[in-house]
């Protein structure tokens, strides 16, 4: 037997999918809708011996919407057999989720409207009268709490008895006005009485208002195409008597309904904690203090996770080398020396030296999820919109960039929700200059070594600041020049504040540091492990693990660290990084004496594979032959004894813009759906890396 299907449907943020989680637990299944790049979610739900399969649509506020979230939300409805949808709103913001639910009923499949955050409309004076909207709407209501898991149980107890048919309510078709009405009701009969109206599930008045609506999918039925001239016409009447196109005047009719809904069904008691949420608006929102409060926040945050991360990273350090330690001393040296180098150096100097970082990165996590669920993100989107603007970027663009602070893989993934093409292939062209979590460990590394600690979080702050502002600059340019078109008008709620709960909070940060573990186990295991292999081979004659070791106790620690340093040059690593150590040396890749820094340079091939390589290839290469010497905390020793405080912060700048990383190229070329995208973007941010740390080095030297 075929399980029953349901499909949660609801505006962005309306905890949809908390509800789908609370639902589904841990039986989820990640794909994509085919044809396009947006995830396609599934979970199993089983009630009473109903086995049930759950799909999550993408968030949206129309079924006409013209995003592609929206056409495969509309897509998934129209084309997949539906036994029930769950309409999931926001009950303290019921009018702007209601239009979608006015759509939603007019499908034909059966409905269960899930009130979602109840405790909020309560808190913020909301009292519904179920009864009253359960008749209006022809659908039951079920309030919950999702983050609580409240309303669940009854929730899960009302699906089953609708889909087992034990629970319905007769939904009478909305009226809107009597020249829409009518025009409905001629199409309806129209659509009625054409041949090959059985080609789609849905019922002919649902039809005839998307034609109203100029919905373009619906237009594009093969069977609808003979009827379309006198749909025109149609359009043209309800002009002359309204003076509004159909589509506009459907929209006003469905907010008249949803207005009239509420005055009859909803009633609001006085909001103090309204009234306390737009007094800090009037602060945090307003034009000469929202900028500087959202960057004093973000100093903060980044302060946060460099100070309390730094004595956590000690830790596991000092836990990666005992680990390197313990091998060391059970592994003897005679055994398969290369490959011990390679569990040692490799595997554990490489992965080792990037988990070590992994308490910056969950403190930086947990900070921007908590600020997002207080919501004070939605105000930063808002307050950085006009500026944005002005920088040629849309106020949608925001939110992918506040997820590249994390990574940007998913971030080029987030810009979806962007209508406009050119203002979408804007901000995927621009989105590697916000530093991603993948940089933090450079930084990290880069910045206790080289300056004082009253400057550390300045220095970090400055690096984030310098790519926001870059990327803005790069955004301008662009669309000024390639992606040249008008801006869009960016519409946003600001929902009231509230404190977070630990669970949301831990859900998230759970979700972000399994993508970066997983990135760890996989890409960056496999490229520790070529990387090593490049800067291992070709052995020198002379340099032999055996000879090496002999040098060490024969000559002394002089001797071998000069072999040492000969062997590595040697190596393939060592000779790209000799070949491209010049013209590095210009952007600050040099010595204190002003050497050209090979190292350096020959670290940087691990970066395109992951930015967090940089520093694990920097402590390969300035290792010598047990893993203590090839700590960070003796790294930090090296780099400070080796760097001016200059030259650190022009390769940490470098770092900032230079290429992306290997999983951005790919994501970027999917997204665009070309690889000149993607390889301009790389090209054209390594010469922008080079040509900034160059400039900030030579200007830099002269004082």
């Known amino acids: 037997m075929q399980p029953f299907r349901i499909a949660l449907a609801g505006n962005p943020n309306s905890g949809k999918t908390t509800i789908y989680n609370a639902l589904t637990g841990t039986r989820q299944h990640v794909g994509n809708y085919a044809g396009v790049t947006v995830e396609r979610k599934t979970g199993r739900l089983l009630i009473d011996g109903l086995d049930i399969e759950v799909v999550d649509l993408p968030g949206i506020y129309s079924l006409s919407s013209s995003s592609i979230e929206g056409k495969v939300a509309a897509m998934e409805l129209h084309e997949s057999k539906i036994d029930l949808i769950l309409n999931v709103l926001d009950a303290g913001n019921l009018q702007r989720n209601l239009y979608l639910t006015t759509q939603l009923g007019e499908l034909g499949i059966p409905m269960l409207m899930v009130f979602n955050m109840a405790d909020d409309a309560k808190k913020r004076g909301f009292v519904f009268d179920i009864a009253k909207l359960q008749r209006f709407f022809g659908a039951p209501i079920v309030e919950t709490i999702g983050h609580t898991e409240q309303g669940i149980d009854e929730l899960t107890a009302t699906i089953a008895k609708m889909l087992r048919g034990e629970l319905a309510i007769k939904r009478l078709p909305f009226r809107y006005n009597k020249a829409v009405d009518e025009a409905i009701e001629s199409l309806t009969e129209r659509i009625d009485a054409l041949e090959g109206k059985d080609e789609t599930k849905f019922p002919p008045r649902y039809l005839a208002i998307k034609l109203l609506e100029n919905d373009s999918q619906v237009m594009e039925l093969p069977f609808l195409t003979p009827l379309l001239p006198e749909v025109s016409e149609v359009n043209q009447r309800l002009n002359a008597l309204t003076g509004l196109e159909s589509d506009i005047l459907m929209a006003d009719c469905r907010y008249g309904l949803i207005a009239g809904a509420c005055r009859e069904a909803v009633a609001v008691k006085k909001n103090n904690r309204r009234e306390i949420s737009d007094s800090i608006d009037k602060v945090v929102t307003s034009r000469l203090l929202g900028v500087p409060i959202f960057l004093v926040i973000m100093f903060l945050v980044f302060a946060f996770t460099f100070n309390c991360g730094a004595p956590l990273c000690d830790l596991i350090e000092q836990a990666i080398g005992s680990l390197a330690d313990a091998i060391d001393s059970l592994w003897s040296d005679d055994s398969l020396p290369f490959l011990k180098s390679l569990v040692i150096n490799g595997i554990i100097g490489g992965v080792g030296g990037v988990l070590m970082f992994l308490p910056n990165l969950l403190l930086l996590f947990t900070a921007i999820a908590f600020l997002e669920g207080t919501g004070y993100m939605n105000r930063a989107a808002f307050v950085m919109d006009g500026f944005m603007h002005r920088f040629g970027l849309h106020g949608k663009s925001f939110i992918p960039m506040l997820l590249g602070f994390g990574c940007t893989v998913p971030a080029v993934m987030a810009t979806r929700t962007i209508e406009s093409q050119k203002d979408r292939l804007t901000t995927i062209m621009v989105l590697p200059l916000i530093s991603c979590g993948a940089r933090l460990p450079i930084y990290t590394l880069f910045i206790p070594a080289l300056f004082k600690q009253p400057w550390r979080p300045v220095v970090l702050w400055s690096l984030y600041i310098i790519g926001i502002v870059i990327s803005l600059i790069a955004a301008r340019v662009l669309k000024s020049t390639l992606f040249k078109g008008d801006d869009e008008v960016f519409v946003m709620e600001l929902p009231p504040y509230r404190m977070p709960t630990l669970k949301g909070i831990l859900f998230d940060l759970g979700e972000r540091t399994m993508v970066y573990l997983q990135k760890a186990g996989t890409i960056i295991l496999a490229a520790s492990i070529i990387l090593f292999i490049v800067n291992s081979l070709p052995v020198k004659p002379g340099c032999s693990r055996a000879e090496l070791a002999k040098v060490k106790e024969t000559q002394g620690a002089e001797a071998y660290a000069k072999l040492r340093l000969e062997a590595a040059q040697y190596t393939i690593g060592g000779r790209i990084g000799f070949l491209l150590a010049k013209p590095m040396s210009l952007a600050g890749f040099q010595d204190k004496d002003g050497n050209p820094d090979w190292k350096g340079s020959s670290a940087l091939i691990g970066a395109f594979a992951a930015k ?92």
């Open 612 to 703: 967090e390589l940089f520093v694990s290839q920097l402590a390969i290469l300035n290792s010598v032959d047990d893993y203590e010497d090839n700590g960070i905390t003796q790294l930090k020793d090296k780099l400070a004894r080796q760097y001016t405080p200059l030259s650190g912060f022009c390769i940490m700048l470098y770092c900032l813009i230079a290429m992306p990383c290997i999983g951005t190229v790919a994501v970027v070329k999917r997204e665009t759906n070309s690889w000149t995208f993607a390889l301009a973007q790389l090209a054209g941010l390594t010469f922008l890396a080079w040509l900034s740390a160059t400039l900030v080095f030579q200007i830099g030297s002269l004082f």
